[in-house]
């Protein structure tokens, strides 16, 4: 088996649900986890993650090494938009590896493995396309991949890779319109089947971002180390295995976290704003979790948080939305209209 690691970097409290993270990448013991943090909080940490303390301010400095232009990177969530860097900016962790990658920490990893075959592996210098979970072959072609990517040759829906790095702004680089679009244009052979669940962070039941999938109700379960997608056939329960699910910033609620340590948790259902590792799984705790939340009896504060950041977006895009379109203007390429829409960075966070 090839040898992959996965670059971490993240700064300010890590999630409270991190250990479940952690638990899951335990499982996958052909992946490595480097994670780059401030967070000194104390976890079980299994054999294939390791943590490398640093502040915000000297990971700045260490991408900053690696460039002749002043970058823009003010918080923490503009790190997204040097992921497909890091090849170069950890050049010296990676050395021994044959693919390194960089993914979000609200995801549970299923058996990777199953996914990420040897034969994906072989015929592929690039595996996902989103940047939840992405793995780059470890060559300097790859490596310095983002830099082909320049509207006057990969075309005007893609960025100027100096224009990401240099500018406030969040570009999702690590994925559309970023570098996998640019890997696109140029053939990059890429595997990119859809087999993991990307959740729809603007609704309280979860929903696929795909469509396609055919999923109008699910939820997950965490089992002997893997990850299943768990849906209804005539009323009956359907699994799914799936590589990872995706929960989109989501704020997570543990159920009687007090009642037991998180590392020794093997077994876990993943429904709307909670991990439950008390209930059972059956047709009725399924339909209880798939329901309107506005038509089931749920506590108020699980919608709390999904309410209250609609809010506070709409509000952060509309005051970001005038100097985003100068931007545009000044920059005489085509941006799509997502890119304000979905802009995340803001001097607040």
């Known amino acids: 088996m090839e040898k992959i690691v996965l670059i971490v970097p993240y700064f300010g409290k890590l999630p409270e649900s991190f250990q479940l993270w952690l638990n899951s990448a335990k499982a996958n013991r052909n992946f490595q986890f480097f994670i780059f943090t401030d967070d000194r909080t104390v976890y079980n940490v299994p054999e294939n993650v390791k943590f490398y303390y640093e502040?915000?301010?000297?990971?700045?400095?260490?991408?900053?090494?690696?460039?002749?232009?002043?970058?823009?990177?003010?918080?923490?969530?503009?790190?997204?938009?040097?992921?497909?860097?890091?090849?170069?900016?950890?050049?010296?962790?990676?050395?021994?590896?044959?693919?390194?990658?960089?993914?979000?920490?609200?995801?549970?990893?299923?058996?990777?493995?199953?996914?990420?075959?040897?034969?994906?592996?072989?015929?592929n210098d690039k595996i996902y396309t989103h940047g939840h979970l992405t793995l780059i072959k470890n060559n300097e072609a790859m490596n310095s991949l983002y830099k082909m990517s320049n509207p006057m040759e990969t075309g005007r829906d893609t960025f100027y890779w100096k224009d990401v790095l240099s500018k406030p702004w969040a570009f999702r680089f690590d994925e559309y319109p970023g570098v996998s679009l640019v890997a696109e244009k140029l053939c990059v052979r890429t595997y990119n089947k859809i087999d993991f669940a990307d959740v729809w962070r603007k609704s309280f039941r979860f929903q696929s971002v795909f469509k396609q999938d055919g999923y109008k109700k699910q939820i997950y379960q965490y089992k002997e180390n893997s990850l299943f997608r768990i849906s209804l056939c005539d009323n009956e329960i359907c699994f799914e295995e799936i590589a990872y699910v995706h929960l989109q910033k989501r704020e997570m609620c543990i159920a009687n976290k007090q009642n037991i340590a998180l590392e020794d948790i093997k077994e876990l259902l993943i429904v709307p704003n909670l991990f439950d590792?008390?209930?059972?799984?059956?047709?009725?705790?399924?339909?209880?979790n798939t329901k309107n939340p506005l038509k089931n009896t749920i506590e108020l504060k699980l919608l709390k948080s999904v309410i209250f950041r609609k809010i506070k977006e709409f509000i952060r895009v509309r005051l970001q939305e005038r100097e985003f379109k100068k931007y545009k203007k000044q920059a005489g390429f085509y941006y799509s209209n997502w890119l304000i829409e979905e802009n995340q960075i803001y001097n607040n966070q």
């Open 55 to 123: 502040s915000f301010n000297d990971c700045k400095k260490r991408v900053q090494r690696n460039f002749d232009f002043e970058i823009s990177l003010e918080n923490p969530y503009k790190l997204c938009d040097f992921r497909p860097c890091y090849g170069e900016i950890f050049s010296e962790y990676i050395t021994k590896f044959d693919w390194w990658g960089y993914c979000d920490t609200d995801v549970i990893f299923g058996n990777l493995s199953k996914f990420v075959t040897k034969s994906a592996l072989k015929n």
């Open 277 to 288: 590792f008390d209930s059972k799984l059956s047709v009725d705790y399924f339909e209880k």
